[in-house]
């Protein structure tokens, strides 16, 4: 059974670093890409960055030089450091799997960026 659990969100002040986890069981992640999504309110989800399962990535444009996506096979973990937070990126943030053994979604962990 595939499983994805999000963890790291909380409430930080703008400007301020949170790191978010990801661990994922059920299926071969090493060979897995993997991503971070978010969907604030009243807004559709949208795709943060993406890893690949060569350790390539791409981000999108709003939180490039802000947002690291990384992944540690040994951990089945993939994480993503975020700094210099803005209001705007306050959103559930969830994490998704795309392989042929392990896909799908996790269930998100929430981050709250106050002004």
């Known amino acids: 059974q595939v499983q994805l659990v999000e963890s790291g969100g909380g409430l930080v002040q703008a400007g301020g670093s949170l790191r978010l986890s990801c661990a994922a069981s059920?299926?071969?992640?090493?060979?897995?890409?993997m991503g971070w999504y978010r969907q604030a309110p009243g807004k559709q989800r949208e795709l943060v960055a993406f890893?690949?399962?060569?350790?390539?990535?791409n981000y999108a444009s709003s939180v490039k030089g802000r947002f690291t996506i990384s992944r540690d096979n040994a951990k089945n973990t993939v994480y993503l450091q975020m700094t210099s937070l803005k209001p705007e990126d306050t959103a559930v943030y969830y994490c998704?799997?795309?392989?042929?053994?392990?896909?799908?979604w996790g269930k998100g962990t929430l981050v709250t960026v106050s002004s």
């Open positions: 998704n799997a795309r392989g042929a053994t392990l896909s799908g």
């Open positions: 059920g299926g071969d992640f090493s060979t897995t890409a």
């Open positions: 890893i690949t399962s060569g350790g390539t990535t």
